[in-house]
Antibody, heavy 122, light 107 residues
Framework: EVQLVESGGVVVQPGGSLRLSCAAS????????MHWVRQAPGKGLEWVSL????????YYADSVKGRFTISRDNSKDSLYLQMNSLRSEDTALYYC???????????????WGQGTLVTVSS | DIQLTQSPSSLSASVGDRVTITCQAS??????LNWYQQKPGKAPQLLIS???NLETGVPSRFSGSGSGTDFTFTISSLRPEDIATYYC?????????FGQGTRLEIK
């Protein structure tokens, strides 16, 4: 059974930094692109970033480009999101999600974690 | 960026009703369109991929159709456990985007 468990969400001040983690199990982690998706309170879903299965390709939404960095450690079956220069509009529940297609950059998101809450507030 | 416009934004229907949600893309996205269900307090769940492929374990009352820019999601006979918000999502090109969601309630 695929499991994705996010952690690292806390309350942080504007301008601060935070690193989110996602621990994966139940599948061959280094065969799949991974994504971060966020959901502001009471709002819809927003794709944030992806990293290819081997870490060679990364992409970001314009809203986070230059401030967030996605990475992965395939030896630890873990995905990360380094978040810098945080703004109030980054307040959201952050989900990690598994790409559904083997060794493809994009595809349906066939498994999701339960999310970790990031609150940016003074 | 490709914009996805879902209609309606909210919907109230009775148990047993046929429910239809539409998703219109601002550009041709081929069949690279997925549908997710998000129940309150839960993570989204993939129901339909590539416009019409029902995911394993998803009840057959759910279906999807369409291609190009116009897509439809249908629940053939609404059940109480279908109360959720439904999102379309494309992956034709980056950035991946989602529709704004359709909140489904029981009348």
């Amino acid at each position: 059974e695929v499991q994705l468990v996010e952690s690292g969400g806390v309350v942080v001040q504007p301008g601060g930094s935070l690193r989110l983690s996602c621990a994966a199990s139940g599948f061959t982690f280094d065969d799949y692109t991974m994504h971060w998706v966020r959901q502001a309170p009471g709002k819809g879903l927003e794709w944030v970033s992806l990293i290819s299965w081997n870490g060679g390709h990364t992409y970001y939404a314009d809203s986070v480009k230059g401030r967030f960095t996605i990475s992965r450690d395939n030896s630890k079956d873990s995905l990360y999101l380094q978040m810098n220069s945080l703004r109030s509009e980054d307040t959201a529940l952050y989900y990690c999600a598994k790409n559904g297609w083997l060794q493809q950059l994009v595809g349906p998101f066939d498994s999701w974690g339960q999310g970790t809450l990031v609150t940016v507030s003074s | 960026d490709i914009q996805l416009t879902q209609s309606p934004s909210s919907l109230s229907a009775s148990v047993g009703d046929r429910v239809t949600i539409t998703c219109q893309a601002s550009q041709d996205i081929n069949n690279f369109l997925n549908w997710y269900q998000q129940k309150p307090g839960k993570a989204p769940q993939l129901l339909i991929s590539d416009a019409s492929n029902l995911e394993t374990g998803v009840p057959s009352r759910f279906s999807g159709s369409g291609s190009g820019t116009d897509f439809t999601f249908t629940i053939s006979s609404l059940r109480p456990e279908d109360i959720a918000t439904y999102y379309c999502q494309h992956y034709d090109r980056l950035p991946i985007t989602f529709g704004q969601g359709t909140r489904l309630e029981i009348k």
